[in-house]
């Protein structure tokens, strides 16, 4: 696999779910394709134990392209409303083998919503017999659970399927909400990324969560038939907003059925309630974390 470019943005925060750092998430999350990962150090910027900061990752292949992109983020930088809370930030290039080390320093065992129990596979956490556990590498995909928006779709994904049903699940990532809908009783899920590396990495979750052969996963966006009880997309708002006004994404939700939409930042909330309406859907519940919200909705 290709090496990387890592790059880190410290913010002066020690709660990772502040406004600060959340806003900050936001701006910097459109421009790596994996996400960004959000760490919360012990330590200042020169290892001053009573100035922790929060830490923002994001990963890009090492590729002069990719170079000439940070330095455009670098020089946005000044200009964004968390200026004044950021510190140094740093590029450094990183073998594959040592970024794959670095998630396991921060990713552990997470219970999400009532029944959902996400871990790492180098992980053995105590589940109970009616508990869903989800073993997760996530690989150069999005979603391990960590974040807010996804834990916020998975408790949706939780209330609102039906057993035996089939999920369409668009934008997958690392498979993890795919995934989750199987173990929660889903017969199959199709799911979709534009991403190659995304749906690799989905399928070796899903291989390693033993449910492979209940999933299709295709390299595309939103399929164009189809209609599901059940769709689910966790990316951002303004690309939910573009799948629901410029693809197909409000066409593939059964009359009754829901789809489930997250990784909505609150200042972009309208942004996707004015899609929704425009393709004739409504939200039947919003429920949110910290900045981030999610919905679910159906045709109205």
Avoid: C
């Amino acid at each position: 696999m290709t090496d990387l470019l890592e790059f880190t943005l410290p913010i002066a925060s020690t709660d990772p779910e502040s406004e600060m750092v959340q806003t900050a998430v936001a701006w910097l999350t459109p421009f790596f394709r994996g996400g960004v990962v959000v760490e919360l150090s012990g330590f200042g910027p020169y290892g001053e134990p009573e100035q922790a900061q929060t830490l923002l990752r994001g990963y890009l292949a090492d590729a002069p392209e990719n170079e000439a992109l940070l330095q455009e983020i670098l020089a946005a930088l000044p200009r964004q409303p968390f200026a004044d809370f950021y510190g140094e930030p740093r590029v450094q290039h990183l073998a594959t083998e040592d970024w794959a080390e670095a998630w396991k320093r921060h990713y552990r065992p997470l219970r999400i919503g009532e029944r959902i129990v996400v871990s790492p596979s180098w992980e053995e956490p105590s589940v109970g017999s009616n508990d869903v556990l989800i073993k997760l590498d996530p690989g150069m995909a999005f979603g391990t659970g960590t974040h807010p928006s996804t834990q916020l779709a998975l408790r949706l994904l939780e209330k609102y399927i039906r057993p035996r049903s089939i999920v369409l699940d668009v934008g997958t990532g690392s498979g993890i909400l795919a995934i989750a809908a199987v173990k929660l009783g889903a017969a199959r899920v199709i799911a979709t990324d534009i991403d190659p590396e995304a749906v690799r990495t989905a399928e070796e979750n899903a291989r390693l969560n033993e449910v492979r052969n209940q999933m299709t996963l295709l390299v595309e966006s939103v399929i164009d038939s189809g209609r599901y009880p059940l769709v689910l997309v966790n990316i951002l708002a303004d690309v939910i907003a573009d799948l629901l006004l410029h693809e197909t994404l409000a066409a593939r939700v059964e009359d009754s059925g829901v789809l489930i939409l997250s990784g909505i930042i609150q200042s972009r909330r309208e942004v996707v309630e004015l899609a929704l309406r425009a393709t004739g859907m409504g939200v039947i519940e919003e429920i949110s974390e910290g900045d981030w919200v999610a919905f679910a909705a159906q045709k109205v």
